[in-house]
């Protein structure tokens, strides 16, 4: 069986990047990266199987690794733009991580403060969120430079604790509160809560904006960021 490394050397995995844009210019700030495979298999399933024979840190890893280097050692204009990488709670806590992330820190030196690690929040990695040592090392990688983000956020109960937390200086609002958001009141009050309290800080992403009824009703409630296929889909970088 091929490593996850030679699967990326031989572009079996790869990244694509889409836009996140500042609203309502529609602006570019940044991308986030996605990872692909040439099989076509989808994202989720691609970590639920690595997670299943126990290879998601090191799926993780790989895919973090890649996509930093994609991006920062490419030549066009986006070296001073944000990136927004994928990261599992679970890698996070591995006793391998510290000597990983402490070697990107490295690698990437001049680059720590555009790196955003989106903090997955998915259910199979719930547990993770109560470890002690997962608050300390979210903190750890602030410490360093690491910009973080809460990723998917939806209208959890919990999700207030979540924040607290971590602090994350972004915080992405699930696709499902942009789409129709024009014609959805209860989607409204919810984005326009959300838009209240990171008045200040944390930095508000909505994503999944297709429409431009929805750019529009967004940027009228106050969304400061968006990301979706009305910016742009998940392709090479321009220069690539």
């Not at 690698?107 to 929040?121: D, G, H, Y």
Request: net charge negative; glycine share 6%; charged share 25%.
């Amino acid at each position: 069986m091929e490593s996850i490394a030679e699967l990326f050397k031989k572009k079996e995995y790869y990244h694509a990047f889409q836009p996140i844009c500042q609203l309502p210019e529609k602006s570019r700030i940044g991308y986030e990266v996605l990872l692909r495979s040439k099989a076509g298999i989808h994202p989720e399933a691609l970590f639920s199987l690595a997670k299943e024979n126990k290879m998601l840190p090191e799926l993780d890893i790989h895919s973090l690794h890649h996509a930093l280097s994609t991006f920062f050692h490419s030549s066009l204009e986006h070296k001073n733009e944000l990136l927004f990488v994928n990261i599992f709670p679970s890698t996070i806590i591995e006793d391998t991580f510290p000597g990983f992330i402490q070697k990107i820190a490295r690698s990437f030196r001049p680059f720590l403060t555009q790196i955003v690690l989106e903090i997955n929040e998915s259910i199979m990695e719930g547990e993770c969120w109560s470890e002690p040592i997962f608050t300390r090392r979210i903190a750890e990688l602030k410490k360093m430079g690491f910009l973080i983000a809460l990723d998917d956020v939806g209208d959890g109960a919990n999700i207030f604790s979540k924040i607290e937390d971590i602090s994350p200086d972004y915080i992405k609002i699930d696709r499902f509160f942009s789409q129709e958001l024009s014609s959805s009141l209860e989607k409204q009050k919810t984005v326009k809560l959300f838009v209240d309290f990171c008045k200040d800080a944390p930095q508000l992403i909505l994503e999944g904006v297709e429409e431009e009824e929805d750019f529009a009703c967004a940027s009228f409630l106050g969304v400061a960021i968006g990301q979706g296929y009305l910016f742009g889909k998940p392709g090479s970088l321009p220069d690539e």
